[in-house]
Every structure is written in C-alpha cells, then in structure tokens.
T-cell receptor, first 113, second 112 residues
Framework: GQQVMQIPQYQHVQEGEDFTTYCNSS?????IQWYKQRPGGHPVFLIQ?????EVKKQKRLTFQFGEAKKNSSLHITATQTTDVGTYFC?????????????FGQGTILTVHP | EAGVTQSPTHLIKTRGQQATLRCSPI?????VYWYQQALGLGLQFLLW???????NRGNFPPRFSGRQFPNYSSELNVNALELEDSALYLC???????????FGSGTRLTVV
C-alpha cells in the first residue's frame, strides 16, 4: 500500500537556525498536506499543495511540492521556540486507500533558546 | 464556529472491557475520520465515515468499529480492550475527502 516517509525523525536546533523536513511518497499524490502537532496537543492543518512544483509561503515557513508530485519539503527560517512540535506530511490515497490520508511518521522539532 | 469536539477527554478501562468514544464534526462537514496515535508513533488511520456510511477502514481488527449518526456525529467502539489499545484517539472532519482535516483534541484511552 501507499507509504509516506519523512526525514529526519528528530531535529534539534538553536533558536534562530533554519530547519527543513522532507517527505517522500511511494505513489504520486494528488495533493500533499502539512500538519503541526504541539506537545500534548492535536494535529493542526497548516497547508495543502496541489500543483506540481508548487511553492507556498506562510511567514517563516516555506512549503514545496516536487515536480513529480511524490515529494515535498517544509523549511522554517530562523526558528523560534514557538515552532516546537511535530510536523507531519500527509497524502491522500487512491484505489483501496481512497478517502484516507496517510501520514508520515513526523519530524519532531526541538528548539533550544 | 465550534471546532471538532470529542468526549470524553480521558478514559480508563480494564483489559477486556469495551470503550465508546464520541465525536462531533464541524457544522457542515459530513466526513468524519478516526485515527489512533500510540505513544511515540504516528497517526494510524482507523475509519472514515461519510453520509452515515463507513467508506474505508484501516488495518485494525474488527473489534474496532463505529458508526455515524444522521447529524454526522460519530462514535468509535473498541471491544475486548487490550493493553496495546492505549493511545490517543483523534477524530477529524473535513468538507471533502481531499481537503484539509480539522482534528479534535482527542480522547486519551488508557487500558489497565
């Protein structure tokens, strides 16, 4: 079945450093979504990318969708302590996986002040 | 606008018992999804309900079941609880199966 892999699993940075997490799908995706889960919280939808090669920005966050629509990345510029949490990518399935979002295992970001 | 609401927040059960978890989606959302998040693990898809019907289910045993009511709220039932069922159970709703999900705060189920 469809697999969505994320690297790295953990990332420790000093406040002010940049951070990037990468997401790869075993199948071509119609769209890719990104979520953030704060410690002790629930996942919160950040963004959805639909077009091949699409790049979207939200303040210090930059999201990219690969040309082949099988990979994506999230880059945070000048991290802050408020960026702490787990970042998940997720892709919709097709065939027998229709209607279900498959999540990557997430990247846990720790920001040291 | 109220978000996705889940109840109870915490639930403690004994092995072998049954647990019932409830979810109310955002008004206007007809799709409800259930995910299991065990400690240190990612989100594992359990069930998808839309318009009162089960549309898809993940790789979980039949003792995980649920339903969706006419008002689109949903409940998840877990029978014959096992220690490994201890996890955060998240409910989400969306306008369409391809759009972003809004998650509830979850039910923390502990099986002892």
């Amino acid at each position: 079945g469809q697999q969505v892999m994320q690297i790295p699993q953990y990332q420790h940075v000093q406040e002010g450093e940049d951070f990037t997490t990468y997401c790869n799908s075993s199948t071509t995706l119609s769209n890719i979504q990104w979520y953030k889960q704060r410690p002790g919280g629930h996942p919160v939808f950040l963004i959805q990318l639909v077009k091949s090669g699409e790049v979207k920005k939200q303040k210090r966050l930059t999201f990219q969708f690969g040309e082949a629509k099988k990979n994506s990345s999230l880059h945070i510029t000048a991290t802050q302590t408020t960026d702490v949490g787990t970042y998940f990518c997720a892709g919709p399935g097709g065939g027998t996986s229709y209607g279900k979002l498959t999540f990557g295992q997430g990247t846990i970001l720790t920001v040291h002040p | 606008e109220a978000g996705v609401t889940q109840s109870p927040t915490h639930l403690i059960k004994t092995r072998g018992q049954q647990a019932t978890l409830r979810c109310s989606p955002i008004s206007g959302h007809t799709s409800v999804y259930w995910y299991q998040q065990a400690l240190g693990l990612g989100l594992q898809f359990l069930l998808w309900y839309d318009e009162g019907e089960e549309r898809n289910r993940g790789n979980f045993p039949p003792r995980f079941s649920g339903r969706q009511f006419p008002n689109y709220s949903s409940e998840l039932n877990v029978n014959a609880l096992e220690l490994e069922d201890s996890a955060l159970y998240l409910c989400a709703s969306s306008l369409a199966s391809w759009s972003g999900y809004t998650f509830g705060s979850g039910t923390r189920l502990t099986v002892v």
